[in-house]
């Protein structure tokens, strides 16, 4: 990993994500392999290299915050500066801890005690307290998932942007696909402890190519259909649906890879529910391609907003607002337009007997 690079591991509660991280920072300790810090190995099962945790230069930020109770804020982040808890205003580290209080905006709390701050306020302390042992490698699990979702976003800037001040790589473990996006730079997809898909967050997480991945990044359309013609020089193609002959056009690869689908093969395609339209009237003018008629045959809350299923013959799922559903005063039975690209559209293939297609 470069520095500032940014890993996510990706995965379900159990996955292994977890115990990945505590490898790494010598808690635990690997039946075999190699782990390098810094181009430096901590961890050679052939070599016999095992250098303990507290010799490792590896800051490592969980959901619980772990500040010490009778410390100050300035003292807690001081404490990781090494420049004495006692008198965190001088010393060498004093410029640090001014600094550090600003990009992570503890200004002004430096003497309030972690009990009198709030959840988000604690959190910024122990990011900035890990951030201040000047690491190696940050591990970093799942420590936004119990703030709510604005102080989320916040504080995935400010980590973002302290990055850029002071590079290090950072390994994010997380089951949140929004955070995966805006943090990654890129993303490994563990599940049953083992890594099932790799690459760039957007393309692993924005469309993946494995049914395992499609379903556990929460992909909500994926059926089966038939190729019924394909251009031969844009590759686009026609597809109709299982039982039914409703056509649906996709933008596909134009490789000779496993994607290369012909005529009459069976192929799995998804399609975000947040990519689809719902319309009143059928679309005219529109330069979306696909544009099926149906009938709402259930509806849900998700938030922010709501899930609709819209029986087209295959059942389609949309994301549509609160809003968008009283404006449009959608239910049950009514008769609407499904609405979306062929670039919305992606082939899916099918992995193992397990769900799993191991890399």
Known sequence: MDAGETLVLFGPSGSGKTTALRALAGLVRPVSGRIDIAGQPVYDSAERVWVPAHKRRVGYLTQQYHLFPHLNLAQNISYGLGSGWRNPRFGNSA????????????????ERFPWELSGGQQQR???????????????LDEPFSALDAGLRRSLRHELRVALTRRPIPVVLVTHDR???????DSVQVIDGGRTIARGLPIDVLGQP?????????????????????????????????????????????LDDGPLDYRTADWVTVGI???????SSDEPVGSSARNRLPGTVSRIEARPP???VELDCGIPLHCQVTGASLEEMGIRNGQQLWAVFKASSCFLVRETDAEGMKYL
Do not use: C, K
């Not at 410029?95 to 430096?110: H, I, K, P, S």
């Open 272 to 278: 975000r529910a947040s990519d689809i339209i719902l």
């Open 95 to 110: 410029l640090e801890l001014e600094e550090t209080l600003d990009a992570f905006q503890l200004r002004g709390l430096e």
């Open 178 to 184: 929004e955070e995966a996006l805006s943090m990654g």
């Open 209 to 253: 190519g494995q049914t395992a991945v499609a379903r556990l990044v929460g992909v909500e359309n994926l059926f089966r259909m038939r190729v019924e013609s394909r251009h031969p020089r844009d590759g686009t193609m026609r597809l109709s649906g299982e039982g039914t002959d409703i056509p649906v056009v996709l933008e596909a690869p």
């Open 305 to 307: 907003g709501y899930l």
């Open 125 to 139: 302390v122990a990011l900035a307290r890990a951030m201040a042992t000047q690491p190696q490698l940050l591990l």
